[in-house]
């Protein structure tokens, strides 16, 4: 069976599918792997280092594509690679179908058996394989350094001959992965920190870090596998009448609060960013998919009445050489699940695999893709 790896193409992108160690597992499987000259330099990652890990470097990404039973990526591919695999081929990468509707056709109407990491179930089978948990971890500990910078201010309370500075308060808002993680770092870094999230249930994982949750009399909005479910309008309102207060004593605000596949919920007001304090600091890891914060321009860092609003795209990026290890390694155990002997043992009787196969036989078979792409 052949594996390929194709250099990532799409701008400011620096991770890659694969790393050395997890070439290693490949090829310990049975597996002929394939990477393009230069797919893992912006990680920092030589060609010499994939050669000896047994994987063969390519020059000619299209001749490599051609003849590859899987592919592993990081971003959907384009209708220019989606051209060159041969029919039948298996693709792993993120899909994002909510947004990226047109290469999910295109995957259809070209017989791509295509998995999307973003539609991996929340079963325990399946932790070694969530990209979206490993990446979005990364995100949120970038997030507070990235405020760290932009910031006026230190972190942590220091007591000095020239009098006491008081710490930074950090408000995070949405208690996921990526949540959780950057109420970590910002304690690590001294901070005082609340977060708030719909989901009640996180209040023991909030408080276990060191951070005060904040309750609101609100109904709680738990969803299917641990993720927030998309809220009405309704309740969004009230929760903004309700938040605002928080965010005006905050002197830096991460959102990281996001539905799977949908729009990302409006958290922070323009109002609300206008009663904040000058110098205050706003990272919206919501950004490429709409934000959390009214105002944020995703790609962009402008600033409102003295505020800063941070939407940068794609922070997981920013550290590929980690990012890239992480995921690579979920990505080699979604494909190593998928084989038996060496070669492409596909069950859909399997909840992983009939859970993330989006497009097989022609067709697209994922009833939330399905749903996703007519809503595109």
């Known amino acids: 069976m052949k594996v390929a790896v194709p250099r990532e193409i799409e701008q400011g992108e620096r991770r890659v599918a694969i790393v050395p160690d997890t070439a290693k597992m490949l090829t310990a499987a049975g597996l002929e792997v394939s990477v393009e000259a230069g797919a893992g330099a912006a990680a920092f990652l030589t060609d010499k280092q994939y050669e000896d890990a047994g994987a063969k470097v390519e020059s000619r990404a299209g001749t490599m594509l051609h003849y590859a039973d899987a592919v592993l990526k990081v971003q959907a591919p384009r ?18 179908p909510a947004t990226q509707g ?70 995070v808002m949405g208690a996921g992965v990526a949540g959780l993680q950057a109420i970590a770092t910002a304690r690590r870094l001294g901070a005082v920190v609340s977060a708030y999230d719909v989901r009640p249930a996180v209040k023991e994982e909030v408080q276990s870090l060191g951070a005060t949750f904040i309750e609101l009399p609100l109904e709680a909005q738990e969803g299917q596998g641990g993720y927030a479910r998309e809220q009405s309008e309704e309740f969004l309102s009230k929760q903004r009448q309700l938040i605002g207060e928080h965010v005006a004593k905050a002197d830096v605000v991460i959102t990281t609060a996001a539905v799977p596949g949908r729009k990302a919920p409006l958290l922070v007001t323009a109002e609300m960013v206008k009663g904040m304090r000058a110098g205050s600091v706003i990272v919206d890891l919501a950004a490429e998919t709409g934000g959390n914060v009214e105002l944020t321009q995703a790609g962009k860092e402008i600033g409102v009445d003295g505020v800063t609003i941070i939407g940068t795209r794609n922070v997981p990026s920013t550290m590929p050489q980690t990012t890239s290890q992480l995921y690579a390694r979920n990505v080699a155990n979604l494909l190593l ?15 992983i695999t009939k859970a993330a196969c989006v497009t097989h036989g022609g067709e697209i078979v994922n009833e939330r893709a399905k749903q996703m792409v007519s809503a595109a």
């Open 337 to 351: 699940h998928l084989v038996k002997n060496g070669a492409l043992a596909l069950d859909f009787e399997d909840e």
């Open 79 to 96: 209708e220019s690679e989606i051209a060159l695999l041969k029919k039948g081929a298996v693709l792993i990468s993120f899909l994002q």
């Open 102 to 171: 047109d290469t999910v056709k295109s995957l259809a109407q070209h017989a791509i058996t295509a998995f999307s990491l973003e539609l991996l179930p929340r079963i325990s089978r399946a932790q070694s394989m969530d990209a979206l948990s490993s990446q979005a971890s990364a995100s949120g500990y970038k997030a507070v350094l990235i405020a760290a910078e932009r910031l006026g201010k230190l972190f942590p309370m220091m007591m000095t001959a020239a009098g006491t500075v008081a710490p930074t308060r950090v408000l």
